[in-house]
């Protein structure tokens, strides 16, 4: 396995090993890039993780201080805690249920297909969805996501099956077990899906793909990639020509490091891409690396989203098997006569006993709750899942008092949603409701939203640097040789779940950056 | 389907003194259960054993599941003893938490909350409390600490840990027999 010196300057170095930074350090190792990952979690294989709700959030979840602001319900529920993401080589792909879809053409169009919206700070993407065909194509086959590439989708478990046979008796269309990066068959040196249920808990058997145990270890084989884990990286520095020239981390023993680079990426998920940004501000930059359009931080998005939970007279045992075991895709589609722009997907969704007590109604008690939680045998659930409206005023900010054990200040989330989200969720809650009622459901529960897993926006893409943060390839529109990578490029959020489309820019952006590098641009 | 076997597991030890007790428990569980009713209160350190007596009456009332014997709640409630015994402010909070309670109850109905004899009667003394501190730290930790205990999980059904029996390939994710056919 590689190793490369502090004062090698002519490596990629990458903050984050998710499905952004993992996979753009494998694409440029394979690529013969020289590459370090910079990670600030512990690096935990598969067979170590555990099927235990709590445990296993205390193994991998990001539970360093944040606050948090806003009239969203998380801000009030879990104050400290905005977003449930992971701290761990691999990043989010540990956590992540495999959901692999394809955004809509209108979906990298929104401001010309929403039009002027008050309020959202709606862009269309510098890219189009025949642009990033063929990227998708590449993510899916390295993924492996279920009915594409010839893969069978996998096999509906029970609670997919009352999702299934509801949406049927209402006239949906689209439904099926869904495009998911989960071997329904032995694929890629990993075995197929054991119906373990504990997705959300990292995949001890290694279906799922995560860039834990596919890309990591693949870029390690070349010789090209060395990741280092427990590493948080803490400022990005530059030379007087605004140039990036490494990046200063703390290492396992709380030492500061200084990592020189030719090239920074950075893929730290959508709330500390850019608190590292902005903590790296500088007399050349004062508000932050890469922010002259003052956007870094802003759009903050992380779908709008519920849960409904349905009990029916007889058992479910909806845990058994895929977290996310099925769609409905037929209300993804933008249509303005239902009371708001965009879409939203339904996926089914399960949470064991303990989480089900801590996320279906926070703060509740009392019979009206302890009744719903004698039905959980005999429940079914669904997520719902939709496009949510930029706004500039979410954003991710420094926080003014708070700072983490290194000095840094912590990163504050603020939160509203747009009357557009607010609409689309009614709309969702009524319809999930309906899906379960059609198949004889004797009480529902709409959920409110867990805290964030889909962080998104927060560095977006533009073409013109003063609407946004990056380029089409990520680069930062005012800093060549430094990049983003992860979700907080997105300009808008789409429907579906982002991971496969952070996955395919991924793979883009090691094409762009080997060949920038390969004609000494950058 | 294959449906959960709901019967308890859980031994009574918990009512006991001594954890290496020899006594066959599901033997005697009942009248060890009641010959040393109210024990495990004696035990707290920092608490008093009203306290914490009252603090499983309000564990209760906070989470009313018929169906889960008391010894379920004491597990959730006894380390805030342990926590008390750390912590003076910690102490502070659910002594004077539950005084303030027994006083609500006692101006009300003459007796301290735990004698209150309807749960109706004691909620709504819980509710005049719920935006206490006291209120939100004892629920806040009861979520957890009532909801994640392993041995309560069969009694709804859930099953838990499965990646060691091969997850639920072969034992039924997909068992469900009464849907409506499409």
Redesign the interface.
């Known amino acids: 396995m590689a190793k490369f010196d502090l004062n090698d300057s002519s490596v990629v170095v990458i903050v984050g090993s998710g499905a952004g930074g993992g996979t753009l350090g494998n694409e440029l190792a394979q690529k013969g890039v020289k590459v370090v990952i910079l990670e600030a979690g512990p690096r935990i294989e598969n067979q170590d993780f555990v099927n235990d709700e709590w445990e296993s959030f205390s193994q991998l979840a990001w539970t360093d201080a944040r606050t948090t602001s806003g009239t969203w319900r998380v801000a009030k529920d879990f104050s400290g805690l905005p977003a449930w993401i992971v701290k761990a080589v691999g990043g989010s792909t540990t956590h992540w249920a495999g959901a692999s879809l394809r955004f809509d053409e209108h979906e990298f169009r929104v401001k010309s297909t929403y039009g002027n919206i008050p309020g959202a700070n709606l862009l269309d993407w510098p890219v189009t969805l025949a642009e990033m065909e063929p990227w998708y194509a590449k993510a899916e086959n390295k993924m492996g996501v279920t009915r594409t590439n010839g893969i069978p989708g996998l096999p509906g478990n029970n609670n997919f099956k009352v999702l299934e046979a509801g949406a049927k008796k209402l006239g949906y269309k689209t439904v099926h077990t869904g495009n998911m990066a989960i071997n329904s068959q032995p694929r890629d040196g990993r075995g197929a899906c054991q119906q373990i249920g504990f997705c959300f808990q990292g995949c001890k058997s290694g279906a799922k793909w995560s860039t834990l145990y596919t890309e990591i270890p693949k870029g390690e084989a070349t010789g090209n990639l060395e990741v280092r884990p427990s590493s948080m990286a803490v400022k990005i520095e530059h030379d007087s020509s605004g140039k990036v020239t490494g990046v200063v981390y703390a290492d396992v023993t709380g030492a500061m490091q200084r990592q020189k680079a030719r090239i920074v990426a950075v893929a730290g998920n959508s709330i500390e891409s850019p608190r590292l940004l902005l903590n790296s501000a500088s007399t050349m930059f004062p508000d932050g690396l890469a922010n002259s359009s003052g956007q870094v931080g802003r759009n903050y998005m992380r779908h709008m989203t519920g849960s409904v939970y349905a009990v029916f007279e007889k058992s479910v045992h909806m845990y058994r098997g895929t977290t996310m075991a099925g769609i409905i895709r037929d209300e993804a589609v933008n249509n303005p006569k239902r009371g708001f722009v965009g879409g939203y997907e339904m996926e089914t969704l399960s949470i064991g006993l303990p989480f089900m007590a801590a996320f279906l109604n926070p703060g509740a008690w009392g019979r009206s709750f302890t009744s719903a939680l004698d039905g959980y045998p005999r429940m079914a659930g669904m997520w719902l899942v939709g496009e949510d409206m930029p706004q500039e005023t979410n954003r991710i900010t420094l926080d003014p008092v708070v700072k983490d054990k290194f000095g840094q200040p912590v990163a504050s989330v603020h939160f509203d949603d747009h009357p557009n989200d607010v609409a689309m969720r009614a709309h969702a809650y009524k319809q999930g409701a309906a899906v379960y009622d059609a198949v004889g459901a004797t009480v529902t529960y709409p959920t409110p939203p867990y805290p964030s897993t889909h962080n998104l926006g927060t560095n977006r893409m533009s073409e013109k640097p003063r609407d946004g943060v990056v380029n089409k390839f990520g680069q930062s529109h005012d800093v060549k040789n430094l990049f983003v990578s992860d979700g907080s490029q997105f300009t808008s959020g789409a429907a579906c779940n982002p991971t496969l489309t952070i996955v395919a820019l991924a793979i883009r952006q090691a094409d762009h950056i080997a060949g920038a590098m390969q004609k000494k641009e950058i | ?4 076997d709901r019967r308890s597991k859980h031994s009574r030890r918990v009512f006991l003194k001594g954890a290496a007790t020899a006594v066959p428990v599901v033997t005697v569980a009942t009248s060890v259960a009641v010959s040393v009713e109210g024990a495990w209160a004696d035990d707290a350190s920092a608490l008093s054993p009203a306290t914490m007596k009252t603090l499983l009456k309000v564990a209760r ?5 018929d ?1 889960l014997g008391d010894s379920y709640y004491i597990t959730a409630i006894k380390p805030w003893d342990g926590k008390a015994a750390k912590d003076p402010a910690v102490k502070a909070l659910i002594s004077d938490g539950i005084s303030r309670l027994d006083q609500n109850a006692r101006d009300r109905h003459k007796v301290g909350y735990a004698e209150v004899p309807w749960e109706a009667d004691r ?1 709504v003394l819980l509710k005049e409390i719920e935006g206490s501190d006291f209120f939100q730290k004892v ?1 806040g930790d009861l ?2 600490s ?3 205990q392993k041995e ?2 069969p009694r ?9 029996h ?4 072969n ?6 027999d ?3 056919k ?1």
């Open positions: 389907m294959r449906e959960v009332d906070i989470y009313p599941h169906v909620v629920r979520v957890v009532l909801y994640n309560v999980w709804f059904g859930y099953e838990g840990s499965s990646a060691e091969g997850g639920y390939i034992r039924g994710f997909a068992d469900i009464w849907l409506p499409a």
